[in-house]
């Protein structure tokens, strides 16, 4: 890396990685409402699950093509503030439309409330949203300059985002079941969380700039979407990674969590107890730079993977029983703390493979892939909980569910993510083989 500044290239401070990681935090939370859209196109809406679980999953079907377009873009911005940073911006439409989408009317006709569902979502995800994510690796690239430096900005900065996604876990159920019972509600719900997230989400791109540049940079032309194509077929370390980025997204995308309290346990507001244990399996985070010196990052995903299947499998036996849960929900919780935020380390290391292979970096275009399978597993989450709700008989206007619909959420939350887990895990043994060799090649440079 050629610096624009005199900096300590592994030493991050406190200040800028807690600014670096406010944009994360507003997404993030984002993300935990959508957590609760199948269940408030359900109940409040009255909208069929199966239907819900189609539209999503065609919107997230769009979305993957979006995020491959998106990296060709970053690739190929050069601007005064850099690569990646101008497209925080998209933040604002994120939350615009995010409201937007929550302020459906339960009056609306069936198809109405299927259109603006559609269009909703996919601008905040297939247009905003994807922006968003194919600029986040060449920002962090530029704005911290090394693989180490950028792990030390994702473990501080992870404590942070659960901490404040936790206060929105934890606080998010308590507002629904005080105003989620109608759609003017939910209104207020939103504008509550969308406000002051907007603004604190806003704080990275006002105040860390991209202050490292790739020597490639210099002398890198125009990329080519014949590059693209050739860097997609030929390296296969990306899809590995890409595998393993779309399983906690297809987990996260099935939403069953919501339907597991509110059905299984019987009380939603008891999410927030097992949402408190974000803070705790995060603090995991702040030993990984120090894990890293003995095992690669994608060895963390694998032992974690092991330790999340556990996790979820115990969910299955666990009824209401709120000790176990806790349990079996921390086990499962660590898992998807590698790939969350180690992501981008890794993808410097696909950089570099195809650096050394003589092809140009592409650190958007690698982003995009990933995001794209993402995107994917998002909609296959969305779609298995809507067929699997519909399979076992869910009724969302039922005080009391069928056996076969408490049988399928319970699936849902415990054996689906644990075999999904035992994928990851075999990835990131098949990803090996590119550890090994950016070691022998690094060893060979400083000989």
């Keep these: ?16 990685a807690l600014l670096w990681n406010t944009r994360p935090l507003s997404f993030g939370a984002v993300t935990i409402l959508m957590g609760y859209l199948s269940m408030f196109c359900t109940d409040i809406l009255q909208m069929p699950a199966a239907l819900v679980g189609t539209l999503l999953m065609a919107s997230k079907i769009f979305d993957g093509v979006t995020d491959l377009i998106a990296g060709y873009i970053v690739d190929n911005t050069k601007t005064k503030l850099g690569k990646g940073r101008p497209y925080e911006l998209c933040l604002i439409g994120v939350w615009v439309c995010t409201f937007a989408l929550f302020a459906s009317n339960v009056e609306w006709s069936m198809t109405m409330k299927s259109v603006w569902l559609l269009i909703m979502y ?11 994510n194919a600029a986040e690796t060449p920002y ?22 659960t901490i404040g996604c936790m206060v929105v876990s934890v606080s998010l159920p308590m507002a629904i079941g005080a105003l989620g019972t109608t759609v003017a509600g939910w209104r ?30 210099a002398k890198e032309e125009k990329v080519a979407i014949k590059d693209i194509l050739t860097v997609l077929t030929s390296n296969r370390y ?3 990674l890409a595998i393993i980025s779309m399983i906690p997204q297809t987990i ?25 244990l974000g803070l705790v399996s995060t603090l995991f985070i702040l030993f990984f730079p120090a894990m890293m010196k003995k095992r690669t990052a994608m060895d963390l995903i694998g032992i974690f993977s092991v330790i999340g299947m556990i996790g979820y499998a115990m969910v299955f036996f666990a009824g209401s029983n709120m000790v176990v849960l806790i349990i079996a929900f921390f086990l499962s919780g660590l898992a998807v703390l590698p ?35 993402v995107k994917i597993g998002q909609a296959l989450g969305a779609f298995l909980l809507g067929a699997l ?9 039922l005080a009391v569910q069928p056996d076969s619909a408490i049988m399928s959420i319970r699936v849902l939350c415990s054996f689906m993510p644990a075999a999904l887990m035992l994928l990851s895990f075999i990835c990131a043994v098949a990803y090996r083989p590119l550890d090994a060799f950016l070691k022998n090649e690094r060893e060979k440079n400083k000989q």
Excluded: C, H
């Design 1 to 16: 890396m050629k610096e624009t500044k005199v900096y300590n290239p592994e030493k991050v401070s406190l200040e800028k």
């Design 238 to 240: 990306i899809w590995l």
């Design 188 to 217: 207020k719900i939103i504008i509550m969380y969308a406000i002051p997230l907007l603004l604190i989400g806003l704080l990275r791109f006002l105040l860390v700039p991209e202050s490292f540049i790739p020597e490639q940079d």
């Design 339 to 373: 790939t969350s935020y180690m992501r981008s380390p890794i993808i410097m290391d696909v950089a570099e493979y195809n650096e050394r292979q003589g092809r140009p970096r592409m650190e958007a275009t690698l982003a995009a892939a990933t995001n794209f399978t």
């Design 140 to 161: 962090i690239i530029r704005a911290f300059g090394n693989a180490i430096a950028v792990t030390k900005a994702s473990a501080i900065g992870g404590v942070f985002i």
């Design 389 to 397: 709700l519909s399979v076992g008989g869910y009724d969302g206007a």
């Design 122 to 132: 996919t601008l905040i995800w297939s247009i905003f949203g994807t922006m968003l």
């Design 252 to 276: 996260s995308g099935m939403g069953a969590t919501t339907y597991y309290f509110n059905v299984v346990v019987g009380d939603i507001t008891k999410l927030s107890a097992i949402s408190m």
